[in-house]
């Protein structure tokens, strides 16, 4: 589903993109902070002391009833920045090995943060500062973990595998090389229902459009939109070390955007479209204030044609004051 910002203060609404239809309820959030992010059903946000917070609100349906305190983490500072940059935007994904609840000695979050896109992580009940990780190479554009380790993509297009240690980094292997494609976009990793990986990549458009809302003569009504016209996708070949382009995922339906990207069979939910994905307006590197989230769809590989705005009609996207997520929601009936 997805994690929609409402005007209204600290309040938030959930769109069900398989019935195109918003829940009644208001999710209240305790923060007016941008969540950079998702994975395993906790939403992740940096505070102004750059502290790394971890949030599970499903629990705080309007009228639900008092806060679980047990579903606000707090993890130490993320290495404050020598010059001025937004630390709502410090991080721009994380994800989580294991729930930080029901199982947190084998919880490590890894984030991919600051203008430069390194890697840190932290180890939940074993650390007590963050821990950078070197030798991966940087800028990282994703990261994935699975089968008891962590899965890279960097600036130059290759995948790198590394386990976290007791002390440091270890086995770091180059796993594949680059696609032979020009990126103008950005790159997700993406564990299949199989025993492989898949790397999509999604091409970029930006344009300037007025703003109708206000006076359109005026310089500052420009507002910057975004949409994605194509995707490909890519599936590893593990013995080669090679990217293989494929023009089908069959039954499969990938969400992905600033969440741990996600794939689901898509026989297993009604309403889901197989063969397609699915896509958020997302974080980039051009962050504008005057950057309008537009840029929503579901691409249908059979077809090549883009489905856009999933259907939530255009009142709700003006209203949107930040950027949306994927979240997997834990609602109890």
């Not at 994690?3 to 918003?22: A, D, G, K, M, Q």
């Not at 750059?50 to 983490?73: C, H, Q, R, W």
């Not at 554009?141 to 976290?164: K, P, T």
């Not at 995707?231 to 382009?245: Q, R």
């Amino acid at each position: 589903m997805l994690f929609v910002p409402s005007e209204e203060h600290f309040r938030h609404r959930i769109y069900n993109v398989l019935t195109n239809t918003f829940s009644d309820s208001k999710l209240v959030v305790p923060f007016k902070l941008r969540f950079c992010g998702s994975s395993l059903g906790w939403l992740v946000a940096v505070q102004s002391d750059f502290v790394v917070t971890l949030y599970k609100p499903f629990s705080m349906v309007e009228g639900g009833g008092d806060v679980d305190t047990n579903a606000t983490i707090h993890l130490p500072p993320l290495f404050p920045p020598d010059h001025a940059e937004s630390y709502e935007y410090y991080v721009f994904k994380a994800i989580i090995t294991a729930d930080p609840i029901t199982n947190p000695d084998q919880c490590v979050i890894v984030v991919i943060f600051s203008e430069f896109c390194k890697m840190a992580y932290f180890r939940l009940t074993k650390d007590v500062t963050w821990t950078g990780i070197e030798h991966v190479g940087w800028p990282i554009d994703e990261v994935l973990y699975c089968y008891d380790q962590f899965y890279a993509l960097n600036c130059q297009g290759d995948l790198v595998s590394f386990r976290i240690g007791e002390q440091y980094i270890r086995d770091v292997k180059v796993v594949a090389r680059k696609p032979a494609i020009t990126i103008v976009g950005k790159s997700y990793l993406v564990k299949s229902c199989g025993e492989t990986f898949l790397n999509v990549i999604r091409f970029m458009e930006w344009s300037f459009v007025s703003d109708m809302n206000d006076n359109i003569s005026e310089e500052d009504d420009m507002v910057l939109e975004r949409a994605t016209p194509e995707v490909v996708v890519y599936e590893l070949d593990f013995e080669k070390g090679e990217w293989i382009e494929i023009e089908s995922i069959g039954d499969l339906a990938l969400f992905l955007g600033d969440n741990s990207s996600l794939c689901v069979a898509a026989s297993d939910f009604p309403g889901c479209k197989p063969n397609c994905i699915y896509f958020t307006h997302d974080e980039d590197s051009l962050r504008s204030g005057h950057l309008r989230p537009s840029d929503f769809g579901i691409f249908h590989l059979d077809s090549q044609m883009m489905e856009y705005n999933l259907g939530i009609d255009e009142t709700n996207l003006e209203g949107m004051f930040r950027l949306p997520i994927w979240i997997v929601p834990t609602l109890n009936e």
